[in-house]
């Protein structure tokens, strides 16, 4: 089946680890995204990636880390810098400017 | 700077009623998209309609519609005699184009609108 892969759905990080998110798509879609989600708000973008080998900061970039080594994979890695990690996570493609963003079913970290 | 204000925080209704969650919008672009998203307790977002600028109809899919209205910034959406599955929250976001697509869709999101709907 096509779609958006997450995991682990469930991580928990202990102070001071930086922990790696997956997120790998089958949808050959050139571009892909990061969010989070707190309680209780909406989402907000954390880096995103238009092409192989290239990515942008989004509004809360502080703290996080991505690659874009593959055009199907776009792994987060949540760094100790991140002072409040613990939210849901949300992976997401497009095919490209424009077109419906598709999201992913999320991965939620919590620190410990 | 784009922004999406959803001013219902939570509705509660029961089965059959209809309902309308608001949506209102800015942005300085002429050229932008909006979006609808579902994001029911298991947390994945459900796609459920985009809509360019240039697109003023108003559009119904079965039990939703939407009503878009640029002189107002405002892309309301309506369901029609609600049912206990469409309990979830509802986000509404906007994608703006930059110069030459640069903006590559990203989204800013309202900050939800969390719907019950009671049997």
């Known amino acids: 089946d096509g779609g958006i892969t997450q995991s682990p759905k469930y991580l928990f990080r202990k102070e001071g680890q930086n922990v790696t998110l997956s997120c790998e798509q089958n949808?050959?879609?050139?571009?892909m995204y990061w969010y989070r989600q707190d309680p209780g708000q909406g989402l907000r973008l954390i880096y995103y990636s238009q092409i192989v080998n290239d990515f942008q900061k989004g509004d809360i970039a502080e703290g996080y880390s991505v690659s874009r080594e593959k055009k199907e994979s776009f792994p987060l890695t949540v760094t100790s810098a991140q002072k409040n990690p613990t939210a849901f996570y949300l992976c997401?493609?497009?095919?490209?400017?424009?077109?419906?963003?598709?999201f992913g079913e999320g991965s939620w970290l919590t620190v410990v | 700077a784009q922004k999406v204000t959803q001013a219902q925080t939570e509705i509660s209704v029961v089965e059959k009623e209809d309902v309308t969650l608001d949506c209102v919008y800015e942005t300085r672009d002429t050229t932008y998209y909006l979006f609808w998203y579902k994001q029911p307790p298991s947390g994945e977002l459900v796609f459920l309609i985009r809509?360019?600028?240039?697109?003023?109809q108003n559009e119904i899919s079965g039990r939703y519609s939407w009503n878009f209205q640029k002189s107002t910034s405002s892309f309301n959406f309506t369901i029609t005699a609600s049912q206990v599955v469409d309990s979830a929250v509802y986000f509404c976001a906007l994608s703006e184009l930059g110069a030459g697509g640069t903006s590559y869709g990203k989204l800013t999101f309202g900050q939800g609108t969390i719907l019950t709907v009671h049997p």
């Open positions: 997401a493609s497009a095919p490209g400017a424009g077109n419906t963003i598709y």
């Open positions: 949808l050959n879609h050139d571009a």
């Open positions: 809509r360019n600028s240039f697109d003023e």
